[in-house]
């Protein structure tokens, strides 16, 4: 079997494929390409977190 090193692959921009995002909204998932321009930039200035785990009080 014989395996790829990434740092030896490269990719012009013609060989590359466009990636799909998905969301979801109000409890459903959609493509962001099919969000209206005012949706489609609310979706790129999200920022995400991780909530830390509450502390104990004892």
Known sequence: MHTLNPQTVKLD????QPCEIWTRVMGYHRPVSSFNIGKQGEFHERKFFREPHAQSGT
């Open 13 to 16: 921009d013609a060989e590359r």
